[in-house]
T-cell receptor, first 113, second 116 residues
Framework: SQELEQSPQSLIVQEGKNLTINCTSS?????LYWYKQKYGEGLIFLMM?????EEKSHEKITAKLDEKKQQSSLHITASQPSHAGIYLC?????????????FGKGTKLSVKP | DSGVTQTPKHLITATGQRVTLRCSPR?????VYWYQQSLDQGLQFLIQ???????AKGNILERFSAQQFPDLHSELNLSSLELGDSALYFC???????????????FGNGTRLTVT
């Protein structure tokens, strides 16, 4: 089974609305990365979280890692068309192979003007 | 622009053939990673090199091989290509060899491989 689950798989929101994307791990994370990908393009690094309870913000995007380090959420405030794309979480696990980021399958976000 | 350069952008080839994908990491980055992205499997880690040495191996097929050269650029060689190898291949680079050390991966724009 998939170690890292993202929900929802896809999301359509009206411009200006807030939204949340979740990333849930079946085991404790060492750290978690969030990336954004535009269709057919490379991944853009957004944020990295490592401590339980940690929260980071960049412009209108806030990411949190829960205290147990098994779930992360990405929250976008007042969404804009420029936020559209695929959001991927990538996990680093304790004892995992170095360099081996495990990615979720992504959440496809569409923002209607 | 991530600073990671991948060539070519697109590649169309026939089954049974061999291709080479090239990656130039960001200036100063010592680690190079290769990932395969397909619709059904998502983003899958293939292999990592750090300063010329293989550091970690993921779901890389025996038909695939990679290397990192002294100037730190990397090549991914795919041989005996099958239809199922059609995918987007990404290269990423980072400063350290270990993402545990707060060293995010920066991705190139990928090479889209189509096997016909």
């Amino acid at each position: 089974s998939q170690e890292l689950e993202q929900s929802p798989q896809s999301l359509i929101v009206q411009e200006g609305k807030n939204l949340t994307i979740n990333c849930t791990s079946s085991k404790t994370l060492y750290g978690l990365y969030w990336y954004k990908q535009k269709y057919g393009e490379g991944l853009i690094f957004l944020m990295m979280l490592q401590k339980g309870g940690e929260e980071k913000s960049h412009e209108k995007i806030t990411a949190k890692l829960d205290e147990k380090k098994q779930q992360s959420s990405l929250h976008i405030t007042a969404s804009q068309p420029s936020h559209a794309g695929i959001y991927l979480c990538g996990a680093v696990y304790y004892g995992g192979s170095q360099g081996n980021l495990i990615f979720g399958k992504g959440t496809k976000l569409s923002v209607k003007p | 622009d991530s600073g990671v350069t991948q060539t070519p952008k697109h590649l169309i080839t026939a089954t049974g053939q061999r291709v080479t994908l090239r990656c130039s990491p960001r200036s100063g980055d010592l680690s190079v990673y290769w990932y395969q992205q397909s619709l059904d499997q998502g983003l899958q880690f293939l292999i990592q090199y750090y300063n010329g040495e293989e550091r970690a191996k993921g779901n890389i097929l025996e038909r695939f091989s990679a290397q990192q050269f002294p100037d730190l650029h990397s090549e991914l060689n795919l041989s005996s290509l099958e239809l199922g190898d059609s995918a987007l291949y990404f290269c990423a680079s980072s400063v350290s060899g270990n993402p545990f050390w707060n060293s995010p991966l920066h991705f190139g724009n990928g090479t889209r491989l189509t096997v016909t």
